[in-house]
């Protein structure tokens, strides 16, 4: 048993993919907090103590552990390789050179003022 109670974690609302069962089928979980050698979420998974899974969280590799605790629809993971938590949390980069697309006017756009019809 891996004691990751003395790491540093923060609360924090992130969804990752986890992989459980002989199956290995992959469910959304949300992450409810995160350090670099374990986390707490939650999701509606028929998960017991000692089971063992694999995670997949943003801006990392996936890593392999074990289910530490349940209660209720929340548990417990310890990695069986510490992560960097720091990066997961990280806001993914876009490009500055290209707006996200709901954020981008509908249609074409004159950028020119002197090809802007007046009014």
Excluded: C
């Amino acid at each position: 048993m891996i004691d990751t109670r003395n790491l540093n974690r923060d609360s924090l609302f992130l969804t990752a993919t986890l992989h459980a069962g002989p199956a290995g089928e992959a469910v959304r979980v949300k992450v409810r907090n995160l350090s670099d050698g374990g986390m707490m979420a939650e999701g509606l998974l028929p998960l017991s103590r000692g089971d063992r899974v694999t995670v997949e969280l943003r801006n990392t590799k996936p890593v392999r552990g074990v289910v530490a605790w349940t209660q209720g629809n929340r548990f417990g993971i310890a990695f069986e390789e510490e992560i960097d938590a720091k990066a997961a949390r990280a806001v993914m980069a876009v490009s500055e050179s290209v707006a996200p697309r709901h954020t981008r006017p509908i249609g074409f756009y004159q950028r020119d003022p002197s090809q802007l019809r007046k009014l």
